[in-house]
Protein backbone atom coordinates (compact mmCIF):
# COMPACT_ATOMS: atom_id res chain seq x y z
CA UNK A 1 0.00 0.00 0.00
CA UNK A 2 1.01 3.57 -0.65
CA UNK A 3 2.51 5.85 2.07
CA UNK A 4 0.26 9.22 2.01
CA UNK A 5 2.57 11.82 1.18
CA UNK A 6 0.66 14.85 1.91
CA UNK A 7 -2.48 15.56 4.12
CA UNK A 8 -4.57 18.00 4.48
CA UNK A 9 -7.48 18.71 7.42
CA UNK A 10 -9.95 21.40 7.58
CA UNK A 11 -7.92 23.80 5.80
CA UNK A 12 -9.51 27.28 6.59
CA UNK A 13 -8.36 30.90 5.21
CA UNK A 14 -9.87 34.33 4.91
CA UNK A 15 -9.41 37.55 3.77
CA UNK A 16 -11.07 40.22 5.45
CA UNK A 17 -14.69 39.38 4.88
CA UNK A 18 -13.77 36.51 1.82
CA UNK A 19 -13.62 32.91 3.07
CA UNK A 20 -11.48 31.32 0.29
CA UNK A 21 -11.15 27.75 1.96
CA UNK A 22 -14.23 26.41 3.88
CA UNK A 23 -12.24 23.52 5.63
CA UNK A 24 -11.14 21.67 2.66
CA UNK A 25 -9.47 18.01 3.11
CA UNK A 26 -8.14 16.01 0.61
CA UNK A 27 -4.80 13.28 1.04
CA UNK A 28 -2.17 12.42 -1.55
CA UNK A 29 -0.24 9.60 -2.29
CA UNK A 30 3.34 8.88 -2.89
CA UNK A 31 4.06 9.10 -6.23
CA UNK A 32 0.36 9.93 -7.25
CA UNK A 33 -0.27 13.23 -9.09
CA UNK A 34 -3.39 15.09 -7.69
CA UNK A 35 -5.17 17.69 -9.50
CA UNK A 36 -7.34 20.44 -7.97
CA UNK A 37 -9.68 21.33 -10.51
CA UNK A 38 -12.05 24.28 -10.44
CA UNK A 39 -12.69 27.82 -12.02
CA UNK A 40 -11.12 30.91 -10.94
CA UNK A 41 -10.98 31.97 -7.39
CA UNK A 42 -12.16 28.54 -6.14
CA UNK A 43 -9.15 28.64 -3.81
CA UNK A 44 -6.59 26.24 -5.70
CA UNK A 45 -3.82 29.04 -5.37
CA UNK A 46 -4.57 29.61 -1.87
CA UNK A 47 -3.99 26.17 -0.94
CA UNK A 48 -0.57 26.11 -2.73
CA UNK A 49 0.65 28.86 -1.20
CA UNK A 50 -0.45 27.60 2.42
CA UNK A 51 1.30 24.01 1.79
CA UNK A 52 4.28 25.88 0.38
CA UNK A 53 4.35 27.75 3.46
CA UNK A 54 3.70 30.89 1.50
CA UNK A 55 0.19 31.89 3.61
CA UNK A 56 -0.49 31.35 6.91
CA UNK A 57 -3.64 29.42 7.22
CA UNK A 58 -6.69 30.19 9.86
CA UNK A 59 -7.23 26.80 11.05
CA UNK A 60 -6.28 23.21 9.91
CA UNK A 61 -3.53 20.98 9.56
CA UNK A 62 -1.28 19.70 7.20
CA UNK A 63 0.87 16.79 7.21
CA UNK A 64 4.11 15.72 5.02
CA UNK A 65 4.85 12.71 5.16
CA UNK A 66 3.27 12.15 8.47
CA UNK A 67 5.23 15.35 9.98
CA UNK A 68 3.04 18.20 11.00
CA UNK A 69 4.08 20.75 8.02
CA UNK A 70 4.08 23.60 10.30
CA UNK A 71 5.89 22.52 13.74
CA UNK A 72 9.12 21.35 10.77
CA UNK A 73 8.54 23.83 8.64
CA UNK A 74 12.21 24.49 7.43
CA UNK A 75 12.39 20.69 6.89
CA UNK A 76 8.90 20.58 4.92
CA UNK A 77 10.09 23.58 2.73
CA UNK A 78 13.58 21.30 1.70
CA UNK A 79 11.26 18.61 0.59
CA UNK A 80 8.92 20.90 -1.56
CA UNK A 81 9.26 22.34 -4.62
CA UNK A 82 6.76 25.12 -5.98
CA UNK A 83 6.03 26.03 -9.79
CA UNK A 84 3.64 29.51 -8.84
CA UNK A 85 1.53 30.12 -11.70
CA UNK A 86 3.23 33.66 -12.80
CA UNK A 87 7.21 33.65 -13.99
CA UNK A 88 9.07 34.37 -10.66
CA UNK A 89 12.35 34.26 -12.62
CA UNK A 90 15.23 36.59 -12.43
CA UNK A 91 14.78 38.11 -16.01
CA UNK A 92 18.45 40.18 -16.10
CA UNK A 93 20.02 36.69 -14.95
CA UNK A 94 20.65 33.68 -17.03
CA UNK A 95 18.80 29.90 -17.03
CA UNK A 96 22.24 28.61 -14.98
CA UNK A 97 22.22 31.39 -12.68
CA UNK A 98 18.71 31.42 -12.03
CA UNK A 99 19.27 27.53 -10.97
CA UNK A 100 22.50 28.67 -8.83
CA UNK A 101 20.71 30.62 -6.78
CA UNK A 102 17.55 28.38 -5.94
CA UNK A 103 20.40 25.62 -5.31
CA UNK A 104 21.91 28.15 -2.92
CA UNK A 105 18.87 28.57 -1.09
CA UNK A 106 18.36 25.13 -0.58
CA UNK A 107 22.02 24.65 0.57
CA UNK A 108 23.59 22.38 -2.22
CA UNK A 109 27.17 21.94 -2.37
CA UNK A 110 28.70 23.66 -5.22
CA UNK A 111 29.59 20.76 -6.55
CA UNK A 112 26.04 18.74 -6.38
CA UNK A 113 24.17 21.94 -7.94
CA UNK A 114 26.43 22.20 -11.18
CA UNK A 115 25.48 18.24 -11.44
CA UNK A 116 21.91 18.95 -10.92
CA UNK A 117 22.18 22.32 -13.43
CA UNK A 118 23.22 19.51 -15.90
CA UNK A 119 20.91 16.78 -15.58
CA UNK A 120 17.66 19.03 -15.58
CA UNK A 121 18.61 21.37 -18.78
CA UNK A 122 19.35 17.53 -20.37
CA UNK A 123 15.96 16.38 -19.10
CA UNK A 124 14.32 20.09 -20.63
CA UNK A 125 16.21 20.17 -23.63
CA UNK A 126 17.36 23.36 -22.58
CA UNK A 127 21.32 22.43 -22.42
CA UNK A 128 22.11 25.10 -25.50
CA UNK A 129 19.90 27.81 -23.56
CA UNK A 130 22.16 28.17 -20.40
CA UNK A 131 23.55 30.96 -20.63
CA UNK A 132 20.52 32.27 -22.04
CA UNK A 133 19.44 35.69 -20.03
CA UNK A 134 15.40 34.71 -19.08
CA UNK A 135 14.17 37.59 -20.97
CA UNK A 136 15.24 36.17 -24.24
CA UNK A 137 13.32 33.15 -23.12
CA UNK A 138 10.03 32.02 -24.93
CA UNK A 139 7.20 31.63 -22.99
CA UNK A 140 6.92 28.23 -22.93
CA UNK A 141 10.90 28.20 -21.84
CA UNK A 142 10.61 29.83 -19.24
CA UNK A 143 7.65 27.50 -18.14
CA UNK A 144 10.30 25.08 -18.38
CA UNK A 145 13.10 26.83 -16.70
CA UNK A 146 10.90 27.34 -13.87
CA UNK A 147 9.76 23.89 -13.48
CA UNK A 148 13.27 22.61 -13.48
CA UNK A 149 14.18 25.35 -10.70
CA UNK A 150 11.56 24.00 -8.48
CA UNK A 151 13.19 20.05 -9.22
CA UNK A 152 17.02 21.42 -8.68
CA UNK A 153 16.57 20.13 -4.37
CA UNK A 154 15.35 16.69 -6.06
CA UNK A 155 11.82 17.40 -4.03
CA UNK A 156 9.45 14.82 -2.53
CA UNK A 157 6.29 16.78 -3.54
CA UNK A 158 6.13 19.10 -6.31
CA UNK A 159 3.11 21.44 -6.21
CA UNK A 160 2.21 22.94 -10.12
CA UNK A 161 -0.05 25.61 -10.00
CA UNK A 162 -1.73 25.91 -13.37
CA UNK A 163 1.67 24.93 -15.05
CA UNK A 164 0.52 25.57 -18.48
CA UNK A 165 -1.68 28.81 -18.48
CA UNK A 166 -1.16 31.06 -21.51
CA UNK A 167 0.41 28.50 -23.80
CA UNK A 168 -0.01 27.56 -26.85
CA UNK A 169 -1.41 23.46 -27.72
CA UNK A 170 1.62 22.32 -29.02
CA UNK A 171 3.73 23.77 -25.91
CA UNK A 172 1.28 22.55 -23.41
CA UNK A 173 1.28 19.27 -24.75
CA UNK A 174 4.89 19.17 -24.18
CA UNK A 175 5.08 20.23 -20.84
CA UNK A 176 2.18 16.95 -19.88
CA UNK A 177 4.83 14.97 -21.12
CA UNK A 178 7.40 16.64 -19.34
CA UNK A 179 5.48 16.83 -15.55
CA UNK A 180 4.43 12.51 -16.81
CA UNK A 181 8.02 12.23 -16.69
CA UNK A 182 8.77 14.02 -13.72
CA UNK A 183 6.15 11.60 -11.68
CA UNK A 184 7.49 8.77 -13.25
CA UNK A 185 11.17 9.71 -11.52
CA UNK A 186 9.04 9.27 -8.35
CA UNK A 187 7.71 12.65 -7.51
CA UNK A 188 4.55 13.49 -5.82
CA UNK A 189 2.64 15.94 -7.26
CA UNK A 190 0.01 18.14 -6.33
CA UNK A 191 -1.51 20.28 -9.74
CA UNK A 192 -4.22 22.87 -9.95
CA UNK A 193 -5.45 23.76 -13.46
CA UNK A 194 -8.56 24.89 -14.83
CA UNK A 195 -7.62 23.07 -18.05
CA UNK A 196 -10.13 19.81 -17.89
CA UNK A 197 -7.98 17.98 -20.35
CA UNK A 198 -4.88 18.62 -18.25
CA UNK A 199 -6.55 16.97 -15.45
CA UNK A 200 -8.02 14.25 -17.58
CA UNK A 201 -4.41 13.75 -19.27
CA UNK A 202 -2.29 14.12 -16.47
CA UNK A 203 -4.20 13.04 -13.38
CA UNK A 204 -4.34 10.30 -11.26
CA UNK A 205 -7.30 11.38 -8.91
CA UNK A 206 -8.99 14.86 -9.30
CA UNK A 207 -10.59 17.33 -6.40
CA UNK A 208 -13.37 19.39 -8.19
CA UNK A 209 -13.24 22.00 -5.95
CA UNK A 210 -15.92 25.55 -5.72
CA UNK A 211 -16.10 28.76 -3.47
CA UNK A 212 -13.17 27.03 -1.04
CA UNK A 213 -14.90 23.53 -1.17
CA UNK A 214 -14.15 20.61 -2.14
CA UNK A 215 -17.21 18.46 -3.83
CA UNK A 216 -15.98 15.85 -5.38
CA UNK A 217 -12.34 13.76 -5.27
CA UNK A 218 -12.35 10.63 -7.74
CA UNK A 219 -10.36 9.00 -10.87
CA UNK A 220 -10.79 11.13 -14.09
CA UNK A 221 -11.99 7.55 -15.36
CA UNK A 222 -14.59 7.17 -12.27
CA UNK A 223 -16.11 10.70 -12.69
CA UNK A 224 -16.21 10.13 -16.62
CA UNK A 225 -17.73 6.38 -15.70
CA UNK A 226 -21.06 8.34 -13.55
CA UNK A 227 -22.12 10.04 -16.78
CA UNK A 228 -21.94 7.37 -19.23
CA UNK A 229 -19.40 6.38 -22.00
CA UNK A 230 -21.01 8.27 -24.85
CA UNK A 231 -22.18 12.27 -25.53
CA UNK A 232 -25.27 13.79 -27.91
CA UNK A 233 -25.12 17.78 -27.54
CA UNK A 234 -27.92 18.92 -29.19
CA UNK A 235 -27.89 22.86 -30.14
CA UNK A 236 -31.26 24.33 -28.99
CA UNK A 237 -32.18 28.07 -30.13
CA UNK A 238 -30.99 29.16 -26.97
CA UNK A 239 -29.10 26.79 -24.97
CA UNK A 240 -26.56 23.67 -25.63
CA UNK A 241 -28.30 20.56 -24.35
CA UNK A 242 -25.88 17.26 -23.32
CA UNK A 243 -27.19 13.76 -22.55
CA UNK A 244 -25.22 11.42 -21.99
CA UNK A 245 -25.54 7.39 -22.36
CA UNK A 246 -23.72 4.40 -21.62
CA UNK A 247 -24.90 2.54 -24.80
CA UNK A 248 -23.61 3.68 -28.28
CA UNK A 249 -27.19 2.12 -30.10
CA UNK A 250 -29.43 4.85 -27.25
CA UNK A 251 -26.92 7.62 -28.03
CA UNK A 252 -27.59 7.24 -32.06
CA UNK A 253 -31.01 7.15 -30.96
CA UNK A 254 -31.01 10.78 -29.42
CA UNK A 255 -28.96 11.66 -32.16
CA UNK A 256 -31.51 11.23 -34.83
CA UNK A 257 -34.48 12.13 -32.91
CA UNK A 258 -32.66 15.74 -32.98
CA UNK A 259 -30.90 15.67 -36.22
CA UNK A 260 -33.77 17.02 -38.50
CA UNK A 261 -33.84 19.86 -36.99
CA UNK A 262 -30.99 21.09 -35.10
CA UNK A 263 -27.84 21.18 -34.84
CA UNK A 264 -26.71 17.92 -33.18
CA UNK A 265 -23.25 15.76 -32.38
CA UNK A 266 -22.07 12.67 -30.98
CA UNK A 267 -18.63 12.60 -28.75
CA UNK A 268 -16.98 10.50 -25.76
CA UNK A 269 -17.69 11.92 -22.36
CA UNK A 270 -14.80 13.91 -21.10
CA UNK A 271 -13.82 15.23 -17.85
CA UNK A 272 -15.31 18.23 -18.60
CA UNK A 273 -18.80 16.80 -18.32
CA UNK A 274 -18.09 15.52 -15.37
CA UNK A 275 -16.79 18.86 -14.21
CA UNK A 276 -19.65 20.96 -15.74
CA UNK A 277 -22.47 18.89 -14.39
CA UNK A 278 -20.97 19.75 -10.64
CA UNK A 279 -20.70 23.51 -12.13
CA UNK A 280 -24.34 23.24 -12.84
CA UNK A 281 -25.38 21.67 -9.23
CA UNK A 282 -22.69 24.20 -7.50
CA UNK A 283 -24.12 28.10 -9.22
CA UNK B 1 25.27 30.73 5.21
CA UNK B 2 24.40 29.59 2.16
CA UNK B 3 20.77 30.75 2.11
CA UNK B 4 22.43 33.76 3.01
CA UNK B 5 24.90 33.96 0.05
CA UNK B 6 21.71 33.34 -1.62
CA UNK B 7 20.11 36.35 -1.37
CA UNK B 8 23.59 38.31 -1.69
CA UNK B 9 24.61 36.49 -4.50
CA UNK B 10 21.57 37.37 -6.63
CA UNK B 11 21.86 41.42 -5.75
CA UNK B 12 25.50 40.72 -6.60
CA UNK B 13 25.01 39.23 -9.92
CA UNK B 14 22.81 42.29 -10.62
CA UNK B 15 24.82 44.78 -9.81
CA UNK B 16 27.77 43.16 -11.66
CA UNK B 17 24.75 43.16 -15.11
CA UNK B 18 24.22 46.91 -14.62
CA UNK B 19 28.33 47.67 -13.65
CA UNK B 20 28.44 50.48 -15.71
CA UNK B 21 24.99 52.25 -15.59
CA UNK B 22 25.57 51.71 -12.06
CA UNK B 23 28.70 53.61 -12.04
CA UNK B 24 27.16 56.32 -14.08
CA UNK B 25 24.25 56.79 -11.95
CA UNK B 26 26.29 56.71 -8.88
CA UNK B 27 28.65 59.58 -10.05
CA UNK B 28 26.08 61.84 -11.11
CA UNK B 29 24.84 62.96 -7.99
CA UNK B 30 28.08 63.84 -6.09
CA UNK B 31 29.59 65.09 -9.06
CA UNK B 32 27.11 67.90 -9.23
CA UNK B 33 26.99 68.44 -5.52
CA UNK B 34 30.75 69.02 -5.91
CA UNK B 35 30.31 71.49 -8.57
CA UNK B 36 27.48 73.32 -8.33
CA UNK B 37 28.16 73.47 -3.87
CA UNK B 38 32.23 72.74 -3.73
CA UNK B 39 33.31 74.62 -6.54
CA UNK B 40 30.38 76.81 -7.39
CA UNK B 41 28.68 78.51 -4.29
CA UNK B 42 31.24 77.17 -2.37
CA UNK B 43 34.77 78.84 -3.93
CA UNK B 44 35.51 81.54 -1.55
CA UNK B 45 33.73 79.75 1.90
CA UNK B 46 35.31 78.09 4.23
CA UNK B 47 34.46 76.54 7.79
CA UNK B 48 36.65 76.14 10.77
CA UNK B 49 39.82 76.99 8.46
CA UNK B 50 38.90 74.31 5.93
CA UNK B 51 37.37 75.18 2.55
CA UNK B 52 33.96 74.19 1.67
CA UNK B 53 34.61 71.37 -0.32
CA UNK B 54 36.72 69.92 2.25
CA UNK B 55 33.76 70.44 4.57
CA UNK B 56 31.08 69.05 2.10
CA UNK B 57 33.11 66.03 1.24
CA UNK B 58 32.63 63.90 4.12
CA UNK B 59 28.74 64.84 4.28
CA UNK B 60 28.89 63.93 0.60
CA UNK B 61 29.75 60.43 1.26
CA UNK B 62 27.52 59.65 4.37
CA UNK B 63 24.50 61.35 2.50
CA UNK B 64 25.29 58.86 -0.54
CA UNK B 65 26.26 56.02 1.23
CA UNK B 66 22.33 56.66 2.69
CA UNK B 67 21.08 56.85 -0.42
CA UNK B 68 22.69 54.10 -2.23
CA UNK B 69 22.05 51.59 1.23
CA UNK B 70 18.27 52.58 1.35
CA UNK B 71 18.07 52.30 -2.28
CA UNK B 72 17.83 48.22 -2.09
CA UNK B 73 13.57 49.26 -1.59
CA UNK B 74 13.46 49.39 -5.16
CA UNK B 75 15.09 46.32 -6.08
CA UNK B 76 13.37 44.58 -3.09
CA UNK B 77 10.12 46.10 -4.40
CA UNK B 78 10.60 45.00 -7.96
CA UNK B 79 11.42 41.63 -6.87
CA UNK B 80 8.37 41.49 -4.33
CA UNK B 81 5.44 42.92 -6.28
CA UNK B 82 6.69 42.65 -9.92
CA UNK B 83 8.70 39.82 -10.26
CA UNK B 84 7.22 37.94 -7.32
CA UNK B 85 11.17 36.30 -6.72
CA UNK B 86 10.31 36.86 -2.76
CA UNK B 87 8.09 34.19 -3.11
CA UNK B 88 11.27 32.02 -3.74
CA UNK B 89 12.99 33.19 -0.99
CA UNK B 90 10.06 32.53 1.11
CA UNK B 91 9.27 29.33 -0.11
CA UNK B 92 12.57 28.21 0.17
CA UNK B 93 14.23 26.83 3.40
CA UNK B 94 16.31 29.83 4.50
CA UNK B 95 15.45 31.67 7.78
CA UNK B 96 14.83 35.29 7.58
CA UNK B 97 18.45 36.36 8.98
CA UNK B 98 19.46 34.55 6.39
CA UNK B 99 17.40 36.37 4.08
CA UNK B 100 17.77 40.40 6.02
CA UNK B 101 21.63 39.74 5.96
CA UNK B 102 22.20 39.10 2.22
CA UNK B 103 19.85 42.40 1.26
CA UNK B 104 21.15 44.48 4.03
CA UNK B 105 25.23 43.22 3.17
CA UNK B 106 24.32 44.04 -0.51
CA UNK B 107 23.08 47.31 0.44
CA UNK B 108 26.19 47.91 2.10
CA UNK B 109 28.03 46.73 -1.25
CA UNK B 110 25.93 49.49 -3.32
CA UNK B 111 26.87 52.14 -0.24
CA UNK B 112 30.69 51.60 -0.35
CA UNK B 113 30.96 51.37 -4.42
CA UNK B 114 29.54 54.73 -4.27
CA UNK B 115 31.70 55.95 -1.20
CA UNK B 116 34.53 54.90 -3.53
CA UNK B 117 33.47 56.68 -6.54
CA UNK B 118 33.47 59.92 -4.94
CA UNK B 119 36.67 59.63 -2.94
CA UNK B 120 38.06 58.89 -6.23
CA UNK B 121 36.46 62.47 -7.76
CA UNK B 122 37.86 63.83 -4.46
CA UNK B 123 41.05 62.64 -5.33
CA UNK B 124 40.69 64.16 -9.01
CA UNK B 125 39.88 67.21 -7.01
CA UNK B 126 42.88 67.48 -5.17
CA UNK B 127 41.28 66.94 -1.88
CA UNK B 128 43.00 65.55 0.79
CA UNK B 129 42.04 63.49 3.32
CA UNK B 130 42.86 61.32 6.42
CA UNK B 131 41.67 57.59 5.78
CA UNK B 132 41.70 55.07 8.12
CA UNK B 133 39.72 51.65 9.66
CA UNK B 134 37.54 53.98 11.27
CA UNK B 135 36.71 56.11 8.50
CA UNK B 136 35.04 52.96 6.71
CA UNK B 137 33.78 51.34 9.97
CA UNK B 138 31.75 54.53 10.35
CA UNK B 139 30.69 54.44 6.26
CA UNK B 140 29.79 50.43 6.95
CA UNK B 141 27.53 51.24 10.30
CA UNK B 142 25.88 53.90 8.63
CA UNK B 143 25.21 51.93 5.25
CA UNK B 144 24.07 48.94 7.49
CA UNK B 145 21.29 51.51 9.43
CA UNK B 146 19.91 52.82 6.07
CA UNK B 147 20.12 49.17 4.29
CA UNK B 148 18.22 47.56 7.13
CA UNK B 149 15.75 50.96 7.12
CA UNK B 150 15.28 50.37 3.28
CA UNK B 151 14.67 46.44 3.73
CA UNK B 152 11.93 47.31 6.61
CA UNK B 153 10.43 49.55 4.31
CA UNK B 154 10.43 47.49 1.37
CA UNK B 155 8.36 44.73 3.44
CA UNK B 156 6.03 47.36 4.84
CA UNK B 157 4.80 49.15 1.94
CA UNK B 158 1.90 47.80 0.17
CA UNK B 159 2.62 49.06 -3.17
CA UNK B 160 5.56 50.25 -5.06
CA UNK B 161 3.75 53.61 -5.58
CA UNK B 162 4.18 53.76 -1.44
CA UNK B 163 8.14 53.42 -1.67
CA UNK B 164 8.11 57.02 -3.20
CA UNK B 165 6.62 58.46 -0.15
CA UNK B 166 8.97 57.23 2.32
CA UNK B 167 11.56 58.48 0.45
CA UNK B 168 10.42 62.07 0.21
CA UNK B 169 9.42 62.55 3.29
CA UNK B 170 12.24 60.86 5.60
CA UNK B 171 15.37 60.25 3.60
CA UNK B 172 15.15 63.84 1.15
CA UNK B 173 14.90 65.90 4.02
CA UNK B 174 17.70 64.07 6.41
CA UNK B 175 20.30 64.25 3.36
CA UNK B 176 19.29 68.19 3.45
CA UNK B 177 19.35 68.39 7.38
CA UNK B 178 21.78 65.69 8.52
CA UNK B 179 25.26 67.58 8.23
CA UNK B 180 25.61 67.04 4.64
CA UNK B 181 25.77 70.39 3.08
CA UNK B 182 26.06 72.77 6.53
CA UNK B 183 27.09 72.43 10.23
CA UNK B 184 24.49 71.67 12.49
CA UNK B 185 25.55 73.72 15.18
CA UNK B 186 23.50 76.63 14.30
CA UNK B 187 20.20 75.52 13.35
CA UNK B 188 17.62 77.00 15.91
CA UNK B 189 17.53 75.31 19.59
CA UNK B 190 14.03 73.58 19.07
CA UNK B 191 15.43 71.51 16.51
CA UNK B 192 19.22 71.08 16.93
CA UNK B 193 18.98 68.08 19.55
CA UNK B 194 16.55 66.10 17.07
CA UNK B 195 18.72 66.59 13.47
CA UNK B 196 21.72 65.59 15.58
CA UNK B 197 20.57 62.57 17.07
CA UNK B 198 19.78 61.17 13.39
CA UNK B 199 22.11 58.55 12.22
CA UNK B 200 22.82 60.87 9.09
CA UNK B 201 24.08 63.34 11.19
CA UNK B 202 26.14 61.22 13.11
CA UNK B 203 27.80 59.59 10.49
CA UNK B 204 28.70 63.24 8.76
CA UNK B 205 29.98 64.43 11.81
CA UNK B 206 32.08 61.40 12.91
CA UNK B 207 33.33 60.92 9.43
CA UNK B 208 34.38 65.04 9.02
CA UNK B 209 36.17 64.46 12.37
CA UNK B 210 38.32 61.54 10.96
CA UNK B 211 38.88 62.80 7.61
CA UNK B 212 40.09 66.44 8.14
CA UNK B 213 41.31 66.37 11.57
CA UNK B 214 42.17 62.53 12.03
CA UNK B 215 40.02 62.09 15.19
CA UNK B 216 36.36 60.68 16.50
CA UNK B 217 34.69 59.85 19.26
CA UNK B 218 34.39 56.19 20.03
CA UNK B 219 30.74 57.44 21.55
CA UNK B 220 29.34 58.10 18.09
CA UNK B 221 30.50 54.52 16.85
CA UNK B 222 29.02 53.20 19.75
CA UNK B 223 25.60 54.95 19.24
CA UNK B 224 25.53 54.30 15.56
CA UNK B 225 26.24 50.37 16.61
CA UNK B 226 22.86 50.30 18.52
CA UNK B 227 20.81 52.13 15.78
CA UNK B 228 22.28 50.02 13.47
CA UNK B 229 21.19 46.62 15.65
CA UNK B 230 17.75 48.06 16.14
CA UNK B 231 17.20 49.06 12.66
CA UNK B 232 18.03 45.17 11.46
CA UNK B 233 15.72 44.23 14.33
CA UNK B 234 12.85 45.95 12.76
CA UNK B 235 14.01 45.20 8.99
CA UNK B 236 13.45 41.50 10.49
CA UNK B 237 10.55 42.44 12.34
CA UNK B 238 8.63 43.32 8.82
CA UNK B 239 9.75 40.41 7.10
CA UNK B 240 7.27 38.27 9.07
CA UNK B 241 4.66 40.74 8.51
CA UNK B 242 4.99 40.65 4.46
CA UNK B 243 3.59 36.89 5.02
CA UNK B 244 -0.15 36.87 3.32
Redesign the interface.
Known sequence: MSKIALKVENLVKKYSSVVALKGISFEIKEKELFALLGPNGAGKTTTIRIIAGLTNPDSGKIYLFEKNLYNNLIWSKSQIGIVPQHINLDMELTVEENLLIHGLLYKLSLSLIKKRISELLELADLKERKNSKIKELSGGLKRRVLIIRALMHKPKLLLLDEPTVGLDPYIRRKIWSFIKNIQANGTTILLTTHYMEEAEYLADRVAFIFSGEIKAINTPKDFIKQLGNYAVDVYLSDKLKTSYFKEKKEAEKELLKYSKNHFVSLRRVTLEDAFLKYVEKNL | M??F???Y??EF??LK??FIRVLISFSINPLLYIFAFGIGLGKNITIGGKSYLEFLIPGLISATSMMQAFAINVEINIARFY???F?????????NLSYALGEVLSGVTRAFLATFIILVISFLAGVKFYLNFYFFLTVFLNAFVFASLGLASAMLIKSHADQALVTNFIITPMMFLGGTFFPTENLPFFIKPVIEALPLTITSHTLRSIALYNSFKYSSLFILLVIAIISFMIALYSIKGA??
Do not use: V
Open positions: KGFATLRLLKRLKIEEFQSSPISKN
